[in-house]
């Protein structure tokens, strides 16, 4: 198994909470995580129909079996038993009784929400960090191949082309769990919808023009759009709140959650078909954003990253805050540092007040440099930008 970083917060909350509840993406690795953390608690996975039929025709007989605890996998599928869970929680509420997992983030937060608010903790868990895999000697040695190769734990565990294994990931499981939750009566028409996202990756999005280009309707596009979103698939950069004194855009961007899987939709197979394709700067950006979110995940923490954009093309790819400070990150998808790239950091600079320390520019290069107070770090150490 390849250990990550989550396990120290895992390890952490289990402590602390009767139910743990980790979300993310299918095969981002959270069965192997929880199995691997609590590798004696009984493991039932209401994916399988014996299982799901008990729990939905005896939900307190099948947890009265297991007083002492119990691991329930993909548990959105039988959403009745959080209310029994509740009950066994009062009765009983050590730590770490229950680990809950969900690839449907939505059906299974509100699930927890409505009924075990207080008594329940949340790790969401995305693929595999660029840290995670160097640990292990697995990571791709090219930026450009990393991003191409994605980072689902199954392309680093098993024989399998990266190709091969996204073509029947986008239907084996985006297309059945979209299916699941909303009635697509026409597929064809929802590939059509995913490709078009990922040709927008990494801009602003314009939901009007999104639905017109694939020929449906707007309320069609934000209801699958928030599919995506809820499903781990895309993420929706919002822009941050402050506008020193500048008109700003209220539009988020739109990034995938894995850049493996957004080339495989853009039809980009290579390294170097990807370093010669026009939306390289935004897959890798796209990229940058994902390890940020996983490194904050990881430690159990909330995403709360925006971008700064006005209304003349002033920007800022990433801005979190930390304290009173604001952070600001750009990205570069150069393999050379020059100091041109950073003059958005320097107008930052005197918009938000900042100082130099607090900012940083990440670039597909293989050395840690600084210019003029300004950390410039390589795409192996993205992660490090917010710490």
Same mark, same amino acid.
């Given at each position: 198994?390849?250990?990550?970083?989550? @396990?120290?917060?895992?390890?952490?909350?289990?402590?602390?909470?009767?139910?743990?509840?980790?979300?993310?993406?299918?095969?981002?690795?959270?069965?192997?995580?929880?199995?691997?953390?609590?590798?004696?608690? %009984?493991?039932?996975?209401?994916?399988?129909?014996?299982?799901?039929?008990?729990?939905? @025709?005896?939900? =307190? !007989?099948? #947890?009265?079996? *297991?007083?002492?605890?119990?691991?329930?996998?993909?548990?959105?599928?039988?959403?009745?038993?959080?209310?029994?869970?509740?009950?066994?929680?009062?009765?009983?509420?050590?730590?770490?009784? &229950?680990?809950?997992?969900?690839? $449907? +983030?939505?059906?299974?937060?509100?699930?927890?929400?409505?009924?075990?608010?207080?008594?329940?903790?949340?790790?969401?868990?995305?693929?595999?960090?660029?840290?995670?895999?160097?640990?292990?000697?697995?990571?791709?040695?090219? %930026?450009?191949?990393?991003?191409? =190769? !994605?980072? *689902? %734990?199954?392309?680093?565990?098993?024989?399998?082309?990266? &190709?091969?294994? *996204?073509?029947?990931?986008?239907?084996? &499981?985006?297309?059945?769990?979209?299916?699941?939750?909303?009635?697509?009566?026409?597929?064809?028409?929802?590939?059509?919808?995913?490709?078009?996202?990922?040709?927008?990756? !990494? +801009?602003?999005?314009?939901?009007?023009? #999104?639905?017109?280009?694939?020929?449906?309707?707007?309320?069609?596009?934000?209801?699958?759009?928030?599919?995506?979103?809820?499903?781990?698939?895309?993420?929706?950069?919002?822009?941050?709140?402050?506008?020193?004194?500048?008109? #700003?855009?209220?539009?988020?961007?739109?990034?995938?959650?894995?850049?493996? #899987?957004?080339?495989?939709?853009?039809?980009?197979?290579?390294?170097?078909?990807?370093?010669?394709?026009?939306?390289?700067?935004?897959?890798?950006?796209?990229?940058?954003?994902?390890?940020?979110?996983?490194?904050? *995940?990881?430690?159990?923490?909330?995403?709360?990253? &925006?971008?700064?954009?006005?209304?003349?093309?002033?920007?800022?790819?990433?801005?979190?805050?930390? !304290? +009173?400070?604001?952070?600001?990150?750009?990205?570069?998808?150069?393999?050379?540092?020059?100091?041109? $790239?950073?003059?958005?950091?320097?107008?930052?600079?005197?918009?938000?007040?900042?100082?130099?320390?607090?900012?940083?520019?990440?670039?597909?290069?293989?050395?840690?440099?600084?210019?003029?107070?300004?950390?410039?770090?390589?795409?192996? +150490?993205?992660?490090?930008?917010?710490?």
């Amino acid at each position: 198994m390849i250990h990550r970083h989550a @396990e120290t917060t895992l390890n952490r909350l289990q402590k602390g909470f009767p139910v743990i509840c980790i979300t993310g993406p299918r095969q981002s690795g959270k069965t192997t995580l929880v199995r691997a953390c609590f590798p004696h608690k %009984p493991y039932l996975s209401l994916e399988d129909p014996d299982i799901a039929r008990l729990a939905r @025709e005896d939900p =307190r !007989g099948l #947890l009265e079996t *297991y007083r002492e605890g119990l691991i329930l996998d993909e548990a959105q599928g039988v959403p009745t038993i959080f209310n029994y869970l509740k009950t066994a929680v009062d009765i009983d509420p050590r730590p770490g009784k &229950y680990i809950v997992t969900g690839s $449907q +983030q939505f059906s299974l937060i509100e699930g927890v929400t409505e009924s075990l608010a207080g008594r329940s903790a949340f790790i969401h868990l995305l693929p595999f960090s660029v840290s995670e895999l160097e640990a292990v000697e697995k990571l791709p040695p090219d %930026p450009f191949e990393a991003i191409i =190769r !994605g980072f *689902y %734990p199954p392309l680093y565990v098993r024989e399998v082309s990266t &190709y091969d294994w *996204y073509t029947n990931y986008i239907t084996s &499981y985006v297309e059945r769990d979209i299916r699941s939750i909303v009635n697509v009566k026409d597929l064809g028409q929802f590939q059509i919808f995913v490709k078009m996202c990922a040709s927008r990756v !990494g +801009q602003l999005l314009n939901l009007n023009a #999104l639905a017109l280009d694939c020929g449906i309707s707007h309320n069609t596009a934000r209801s699958w759009l928030s599919l995506l979103e809820t499903s781990g698939i895309v993420y929706l950069l919002r822009p941050y709140h402050e506008n020193f004194g500048k008109r #700003l855009v209220k539009s988020p961007k739109l990034y995938f959650i894995d850049s493996g #899987l957004a080339a495989r939709l853009l039809g980009i197979r290579t390294s170097e078909e990807l370093f010669l394709h026009p939306n390289r700067g935004n897959l890798f950006e796209s990229f940058v954003v994902a390890e940020i979110l996983k490194a904050r *995940y990881s430690n159990g923490f909330a995403a709360d990253i &925006y971008f700064w954009r006005d209304n003349v093309g002033n920007e800022i790819d990433i801005i979190f805050e930390e !304290g +009173q400070k604001r952070k600001a990150i750009e990205v570069k998808s150069v393999k050379t540092f020059s100091p041109e $790239q950073v003059a958005g950091l320097e107008a930052w600079l005197r918009y938000a007040g900042s100082s130099s320390e607090d900012c940083c520019l990440i670039y597909a290069g293989e050395f840690p440099l600084q210019w003029k107070g300004i950390r410039i770090l390589p795409w192996k +150490q993205a992660e490090k930008s917010i710490v």
